[in-house]
């Protein structure tokens, strides 16, 4: 493995680098101040349209995408130090990029699985910029840390589809530009083969039956800039089987396929929030004065700020890994590579931003700061795209085989 970003990658981070500090960064206090004055807070704010326009007028836009028929074609080796600068911004920069979660993984699967009809009417927007996307599976009735306990039915009625279920965190779903759900539900509940029994159908938004019923908070925060995480009730809503994801029976394949891209954009995007806690600790450490010495004297603030830029350089290192195999042998090949980066980036991130929080005392865990906002989605991170221990189990599994 070469450890040298090649000469199109250190094009990029030149560029966004600079579009972060010319843009990003001012619109961050920018973009809150406007949402306070917005009708709804789920509402756009205009300087995030801005954003979007000055991005896609520099080119740094579907940089997720590797396919070049949509994206920008770049290697998940190549995407990876500029995700990580996103998410220095994690609320603000992949969507100025049109990076961010859920749409890029919702794109993907789109974009691979979707039907001519289907990438016209949804994936061609999606690229755009110009609506928002959800992507329906975790149930708040079962245990959706195994993706076979979902209890949503999809039912074929004629040339339809009926969909009925509960559904909630679902991403994005606040926001009212989002218009599409790709929805998990099982349309052969009593297969034989607990891992055909789902599929994923396409529900527009205005479906009748389709009820956005909530927000749900993440550690007191609603998540405005991503659209929040909805509570979403599906009673009896008819689509067209035209409507349906590849097959009938490949919705846990097709999940699987999307979640290992979203799993490392995750973590390349948690080493940029772990890169600007380092940098708050560093300015906060230099500044202030405790005890007759600067806080950046003091023994304990070394150690914090050592410990921190070692695990950052140890997790980089096992993300570009993780990248460089998906790119050579594929997401089957690199699929321990993708659990490790899993299970390690969220916890040390989280472990990481709790010492910056603590560094700043009062102001950690206030919203002058972006360290509690940090910390509440790298904690949640321990639970998106599977938990901790859901992938500790699958790994030690694999490791273990190797001896029976």
Known sequence: MDFAFDARTEELRARLLAFMDEHVYPA????????AELASPWDTPAVVEELKAEARRQGLWNLFLPDAEYGAGLTNLQYAPLAEITGRSP?????ALNCAAPDTGNMEVLAQFGTDEQKKQWLEPLLAGEIRSAFAMTEPEVASSDATNITTHIERDGDEYVVTGRKWYIS????????????????????ADIRR???????????PGVTV?????VFGYEDHSHGGHAE??????RVPVSNLVGEEGGGFAIAQARLGPGRIHHCMRLIGMAERAIELMCRRAVSRTAFGKALAQQGVVQ???????????QLRLLVLKTA???????????HTEIQSIKIATPRAVVGILDRAIQLHGAGGVSQDFPLAELYASARTLMLADGPDEVHQRSLARRELKKYL
């Open 213 to 217: 019923k909530r927000a749900m908070q």
């Open 324 to 334: 460089w195999l998906m790119d050579t042998v594929g997401n089957k090949g690199a």
């Open 91 to 95: 609320h603000l920069a992949p969507t």
């Open 303 to 313: 150690n914090w700020i050592a410990d921190a830029r070692v695990t950052v350089e």
């Open 232 to 237: 979403v009730v599906f009673d009896h809503a």
């Open 28 to 35: 961050e206090a920018v973009a809150e101040e406007q949402r």
């Open 197 to 207: 029994q789902q599929s994923m159908v396409l529900v527009p938004r205005d479906t």
């Open 172 to 191: 994005g779903a606040m926001n009212p530009d989002c218009k599409i759900f790709i929805v998990m539900g099982k349309t052969d509940p009593d297969g």
